[in-house]
């Protein structure tokens, strides 16, 4: 096996890193791959809480990158999701610990024993920022469409460009009725200022919460819209390459779907 | 037609978002800027050498400069000729 591995990362905290990472995680296990998830917010552990698999922690990816465990013993499988396995941080601030050989060691062997595997970025531009794209061939940024996240997510493509990796943006938290008023950046806008390739797009969904208030998968909810954007994500990841993006669209306002069917907008 | 009317009906005098993009696309080049005062060096070499083809110029006094108003920011090379160089042919 020759897997990937693709990083998720954003520079500003709280767009929906952590949120991508799982969902994402979650809808390429359920197209059939074997998928590991690896948390590397160092310190700030969240992967495990929001994917409900807090209470089954034994080792941590830092006991994996110390050679005090073997990736089988940290990995916990997902009982509701098949071949799907998260590695957890943490909760010691011990980043700095993890040397550079040591992650590369563990991303070779990840990429054997997993077709995908997600990594989780912490916040910022540092050290555990810089651990996390150590091993990743592909990456993700992730960014609401707001003045604050669009410049750091600018600041964290151009890193990304100077370490030989191309990434793909995801815009987060979109509110169509919002970008209707000219309230928020459309994802148009974002792409015209960040000037790379988009990766999808996901609505604000008030079923994120949710979902990860009960720990349960939000790509197995049907009715979720975000959950339906991040599984289309997937599948472009997974091969579908030219599967089209689809702005989200507001569900409240009748006369938008009506213009739209109909060509008018 | 209908919905030129709504439109009507909805239309903001300032559109918020308009203002977010025009001021992301300006700060983002200067972000790069500030961090990049090696490289606008470079490029003015570059640009220095390029011209010296051309034009003998006045090395002394050329400035190089982003100039920014409302609508574009541009990068602005200013350099007195002191005399075209023949070109062999
Ligand atoms: N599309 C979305 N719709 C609604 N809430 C969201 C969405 N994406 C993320 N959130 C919420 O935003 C917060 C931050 O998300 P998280 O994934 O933890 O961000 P990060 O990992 O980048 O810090 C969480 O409370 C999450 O539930
Ligand atoms: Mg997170």
Redesign the interface.
Same mark, same amino acid.
């Given at each position: 096996m020759e897997g990937k591995i693709i990083v998720v990362t954003s520079g500003k905290g709280g767009v929906g890193k952590t949120t991508t990472t799982s969902a994402i995680g979650a809808a390429l296990a359920l197209e059939g791959n074997r998928v590991a998830i690896v948390d590397m917010d160092i310190g700030l552990r969240n992967l495990d809480v929001v994917m409900g698999l807090e209470n089954r922690i034994v080792f941590n990816i830092v006991d994996v990158v110390q050679q005090k465990c073997k990736i089988e013993q940290a990995a916990i499988r997902d009982r509701r999701i098949e071949n799907l396995f998260l590695i957890p941080a943490s909760q010691s601030d011990n980043k700095d610990v993890l040397s550079t050989a040591g992650i590369e060691r563990v991303a070779e062997d990840l990429r054997k024993q997993f077709d995908y595997i997600i990594m989780d970025s912490p916040a910022g531009i540092e050290r555990g920022f810089e651990n996390s794209i150590v091993g990743a061939s592909e990456a993700l940024v992730v960014c609401t469409?707001? *003045?604050s996240a *669009?410049?750091d997510a600018?600041?964290v493509i151009?890193i990304l460009y100077s370490r030989s990796l191309t990434p793909k943006l995801i815009v987060n938290r979109i509110e169509p009725g919002r *970008?209707k008023?000219?309230?928020?950046?459309?994802h148009e806008?974002v792409m015209?200022?960040l000037a790379i390739e988009l990766a999808g797009l996901v609505p604000m969904d008030d079923k994120v919460l949710i979902s990860s208030n009960t720990g349960t998968p939000l790509v197995l909810q049907n009715d979720s819209k975000a959950g339906q954007a991040f599984k289309r994500i997937a599948r472009r990841l997974n091969g579908e390459a030219d599967l089209p993006f689809e702005a989200p669209t507001d569900r409240s306002s009748m006369?938008g779907k009506i213009?739209r069917t109909f060509g008018?907008? | 037609m209908l919905s030129g009317l709504l439109k009507r009906f909805t239309r903001q005098k300032t559109k918020s978002k308009d203002e977010a993009k025009k001021r992301l696309q300006f700060s983002l080049i200067y972000d790069k800027l500030d961090l990049n005062d090696t490289i606008l060096m470079d490029l003015q070499n570059d640009i220095v050498d390029v011209i010296s083809k051309y034009f003998e110029i006045d090395k002394q006094s050329l400035e190089l400069k982003v100039k920014r108003d409302d609508n574009v920011s541009a990068l602005v090379f200013n350099t007195p000729i002191l005399q075209v160089r023949r070109r062999r042919a």
């Open positions: 469409p707001d *003045v *669009v410049r600018d600041r151009g *970008v008023r000219g309230e928020m950046l459309s806008d015209d200022v006369w213009s008018l907008r | -």
